[in-house]
């Protein structure tokens, strides 16, 4: 069955507060990240990028949990399958369409579709888990639905049948769509695996899967640029979106609970916007709020339709 942790019934003063800071400081690396990869993304190579990221994050990470790796060896190739698609799905699947879509799309939009993710979750959840779904839930995916086809439409859903679709916004969709998946799936991991034991392999898998990318985009000509800009892009990458992220993240899970730190992501949209703003030029539309809004109501009645009716553990 999944992981069920245990919490403390009152979290100090303290611990209150270091979690607070890591769930605001968590969105803001995901804003960020994707203000960096929109700067980056016609400069270093798709695939290159991804595979690099995740060579470099795997290795800083084991540096401080090799030791909980190594005891957990026989469990990952107990649940070798498992391991291996969660990879695919997340640290592979989801990177390389982010970088794709932010090739040709906004970090505006980028953040806006984000937003839809928590809509998204109960549904696949349903199809893949047989979870039941709330009316009041299927409404809210509705609604979040609506305000993703303001964002396309540019504020004219009813035209919808009219548009000639950006290609980035609907890579970029189906990379939160991607994202939405690698959720469910996280939620089937074994109950005797450490997060980040399951986080090492994810990483390792992410950095071989896309080795074979990475070469043949040098073999056509394509590397990554070794200026100032580049290199600290990518430092920012490695460093707060791949791993202060993730580790701030479950951190904050073992003090307040996945339900409360899960809130977090409703973040990511403003923090990205503002960021987008500042370093980019962008400019804020009418219908960027409007299709905010509707996200948000839509995500709000989601939360608030009812709790997943049981958990599954992965064969």
Known sequence: MTERTEFPAAPSTRDLGIATAMLILTPLFWAGHSVVGRLVANEIPTFSLVSIRWFIAFFILMIFIWPRVWAERCLLVKHWRYVLLTAIVGPVLFPCLLYAGLKTTTVANTSIIQTFVPGLVPFIAWILLRERVAIQQI??????????????????????????????????????????????????????????????SSMAIGGLATLPLWIWEASNGHYIPMNEDALWSMAYIIIFPSLLAYYFYNHAISIVGATKAGLASHLVPPLGILLAVIFLGEVLQSFHAVSFAAILVGVVLVIRGGRASKKLKPG
């Open 139 to 200: 409404i809210g995916i509705l609604i979040s639905a609506l305000g993703v086809s303001v964002i396309i439409t540019q504020g004219n859903p009813l035209a919808i049948a009219d548009v000639t679709f950006v290609p980035g916004d609907l890579i970029i969709l189906g990379a939160f769509t991607t994202w939405s998946l690698y959720t469910v799936m996280i939620r089937l991991k074994p109950s005797t695996m450490h997060a980040n034991t399951l986080l090492a």
